[in-house]
């Protein structure tokens, strides 16, 4: 198990950037898939990007490719998640999360962005 702590959210206009912070603790962190979600009001919660555990693989939705970038440092056992170009649509609570094999069984807290318009 690993325990995750988002920051980095925030209020932002559009067309701004932020960037999302992730960290972990517990063992092995280096062990483990990284990807951030979202969910906004009345919707339900959606993949944003993911990293595999060594940071050779990365993965997008389509309405993020281009704009986000997913990073990590396993030395500080953080993971990233750059935010370019913010739209409203974008606006969320994102959730951190840690798994392995497709399983997502560790999450954060989340941490709300908003974007004005």
């Known amino acids: 198990q690993v325990q995750l702590v988002e920051s980095g959210g925030g209020l932002v206009q559009a067309g701004g950037s932020l960037r999302l912070s992730c960290a972990a603790s517990?063992?092995?962190?280096?062990?483990?898939?990284m990807g951030w979600f979202r969910q906004a009001p009345g919707k339900e919660r959606e993949f944003v990007a993911a990293?595999?555990?060594?940071?050779?693989?990365?993965y997008y939705a389509d309405s993020v490719k281009g704009r986000f970038t997913i990073s990590r440092d396993n030395a500080k056992n953080t993971v990233y998640l750059q935010m370019n170009s913010l739209k409203p649509d974008d606006m969320a609570i994102y959730y951190c999360?840690?798994?392995?094999?497709?399983?997502?069984?560790?999450w954060g807290q989340g941490t709300q962005v908003t974007v004005s318009s």
């Open positions: 999360s840690a798994g392995m094999a497709g399983t997502w069984d560790n």
């Open positions: 517990g063992r092995s962190f280096g062990s483990y898939d």
């Open positions: 990293i595999n555990w060594s940071g050779g693989a990365k």
